[in-house]
């Protein structure tokens, strides 16, 4: 009898946590829903071959990859080459392509036309883009393609150097009230631009807001900037219609924050300070930013960036790290390596 009642009431409660289990997954599901729309949004336009850009882009990094093996395949890339002439083609037809993507995708198709054998699906695509190239002219004619790794510019800038940049740039919060040079700002974004990201796509964009009225509405969305005012603001926002498939929800976070990171050095050596602020993930922000701001239904918001002329007189936190050797593990946590 007693363990009759034990059962039940283990089963009770496995029922419960299962349907807390449901609950949470519904609510964490309508707490991210402007994230999983923009998603879904996304890849469907990626599917419907509207998004010419970023499927362009990802197919050209894939023909520089096959170019650039030490030894290069014969004939390569059959399975997506006639896809990617469409794509410069219909780009082309619909201005939806800038030069510096033009110039790229025209060069490294040239060479690979070059180099590979031609069958019969080479042959055909290669007779497009020829067609293409006629009606370009020269004007895109550049040689971007896979060059020697000693061909690299010199490295000018000493271990040292860095370290002390990366000491210096701290999280600024008081400012000058000075407005911020949009030049400086490209400058920076110029740097920025040569982070990695996934395929080469580049799948995302920073709004930059100087107007003062505007800047206060945007900081206050996410919470976070209470007790001070920030002259710029930057809100970096992702875009997912250069995806196919919901296992790259990541993808345009992190080519982001990895320029995000560069900016910010790169905004540090022009005399500007910076700071990161957070971007929640709550309904009513994601209304908000939405009112204010002309966010497509494929894109969602990352996070924002306050910058400015760092006050002499501000404070800046400690902001103590944590030791290398609790993060930074050598050969360590391997569980089974015989699978
Ligand atoms: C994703 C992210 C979100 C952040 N959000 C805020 C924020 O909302 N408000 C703020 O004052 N600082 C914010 N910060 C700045 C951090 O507090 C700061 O980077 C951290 O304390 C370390 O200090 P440091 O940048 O000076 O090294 C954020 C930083 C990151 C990377």
């Known amino acids: 009898m007693f363990s ?16 807390s289990a449901e609950l949470w997954k519904i609510q964490t599901l309508n707490q991210l829903r402007y994230k999983f729309n923009a998603l879904r949004e996304g890849i469907e336009i990626n599917k419907s071959e509207k998004t010419v850009l970023f499927n362009l882009r990802r197919n050209i990094h894939r023909l520089e990859k096959g170019l650039s093996y030490p030894t290069a395949k014969s004939v390569f890339a059959e399975d997506y080459v006639t896809a990617t002439v469409k794509l410069l083609s219909v780009g082309l037809r619909t201005d939806e392509l800038d030069e510096h993507t033009i110039c790229w995708a025209t060069s490294v198709l040239s060479l690979y036309f070059q180099v590979v054998q031609e069958t019969p699906i080479i ?28 061909k ?19 999280s600024v919060r008081y400012f000058e009230d000075k407005k ?8 920076a974004y110029d740097i920025a631009k040569y982070a990695p990201s996934a395929c080469n796509r580049q799948s995302f964009q920073f709004l930059f807001y100087n107007e003062k009225e505007l800047v206060d509405k945007l900081a206050n969305v996410p919470g976070g900037v ?14 997912y ?25 790169a905004a540090e050596t022009l005399g500007l300070g910076t700071v990161c602020i957070n971007w929640p ?16 239904s494929y894109e969602f918001v990352i996070m924002m960036i306050g910058l400015g002329y760092p006050l002499d007189a501000g404070k800046i936190p400690y902001s103590a790290k944590r030791p290398n050797e609790n993060v930074l593990l050598f050969n360590e946590r391997v569980k089974d390596n015989s699978i």
């Open 180 to 187: 911020v040079d949009l030049n400086v700002v490209k400058q």
């Open 281 to 296: 993930n709550l309904p009513d922000r994601e209304k908000k930013i939405r009112k204010l701001l002309d966010i497509k």
């Open 4 to 19: 009759f009642a034990k059962k039940s009431v283990k089963r009770s409660l496995s029922l419960m946590a299962s349907k």
């Open 241 to 265: 219609d250069g995806y196919f498939d919901v296992r790259d929800i990541n993808a345009p976070v992190i080519d982001a924050s990895l320029s995000i990171m560069s900016f910010l050095y």
């Open 123 to 150: 042959k055909e695509a290669k007779s497009t883009f020829d067609e293409l190239l006629l009606k370009l002219g020269d004007s895109y004619k550049k040689d971007h393609v896979p060059y020697l790794s000693s």
């Open 152 to 170: 690299r510019p010199d490295l000018n800038i000493s271990y040292s150097e860095l370290m002390n940049l990366s000491i210096r740039r701290r």
């Open 226 to 239: 209470a007790g001070y005012t920030l002259p710029a603001v930057i809100v970096v926002v992702g875009r």
